[in-house]
């Protein structure tokens, strides 16, 4: 129970990353504010009033600072942040030479501009609260072009937003160190999540993917919830600014 009678955010809590980890937050003892454009799952059920959901947009400035208001009036000021939400555009994102640059910006407004509207929703109460701490799901692909990430082309909208994610939180780990706030991010590799049901449909394609990771399987987002759960934790107090990935092993190769 590491997270008893504390106060967590996620986004994204809809499905995949995000609802693993708001699920592993609430059966810790946290309670738990939990945002997303899809309707509210029934898993959070069996939580009650410790689990609020709302259904709302992260590009959306003004409902994400309600949103933490409300947050932070039901519960109390929040310890820590999980900056999950995010979109990939499979068959619309590509090279910026020439993508549509309207599934760029899209892209960015949920995966970049999301992120930094709820920073700016939850530090001014984390400066209120000890311990406080955040985590920023972003992507393997944001610090290394993988020739297989996506057998149709590049993502270039998506590894550019999830890059800026990296840079972000390293730079607040600096900037929010004085606060005793720390800032940590998780690079997941490939994980099978609703998000990339379109790959992973594929058995050829989760084999070939096995295939090239040491571990030699494909990812959960269990897995991806339990680095975000301990980058939270008093477990990893003397953390800050990393990037973890959750990948299998898929870095460590040159190839």
Request: proline content about 5%; glycine content about 10%; hydrophobic content about 45%.
């Amino acid at each position: 129970m590491r997270f008893e009678g504390r106060i967590a955010i996620v986004t994204g809590g809809g499905g995949g990353i995000g609802l693993a980890t708001a699920l592993k937050l609430l059966a810790e003892g946290a309670s738990v504010g939990v945002i997303d454009v899809k309707p509210r799952p029934a898993a959070y059920e069996q939580y009650g009033d410790k689990a609020h959901y709302m259904v709302g947009d992260l590009s959306d400035e003004t409902v994400i600072k309600q949103f933490v208001d409300d947050i932070a009036a039901r519960f109390g000021p929040p310890n820590y942040l999980a900056n999950i939400a995010g979109i990939a555009m499979f068959g619309k994102d590509g090279s910026v030479v020439d993508m549509e640059l309207e599934h760029y910006r899209k892209t960015i407004a949920i995966n970049l501009d999301g992120v930094i509207h709820m920073i700016r929703a939850v530090v001014p109460y984390m400066r209120q609260t000890k311990p406080s701490s955040m985590v920023h799901v972003a992507s393997v692909v944001g610090t290394r072009t993988m020739d297989n990430a996506m057998k149709d082309g590049p993502l270039d909208g998506y590894q550019l937003s999830k890059a800026g994610v990296i840079a972000l939180s390293r730079s607040l780990a600096i900037d929010l160190g004085k606060h005793g706030i720390r800032s940590n991010t998780v690079s997941p590799g490939a994980i099978w999540t609703p998000l990339t049901d379109a790959i992973y449909a594929d058995p050829a394609r989760v084999e070939a993917m096995a295939n090239r990771t040491p571990l030699h399987r494909v990812g959960t987002p269990d897995d991806v919830a339990s680095a975000c759960l301990y980058l939270l934790s008093d477990d990893a107090d003397f953390v800050t600014g990393v990037d973890l990935p959750v990948d299998g092993g898929l870095l460590a190769k040159l190839v």
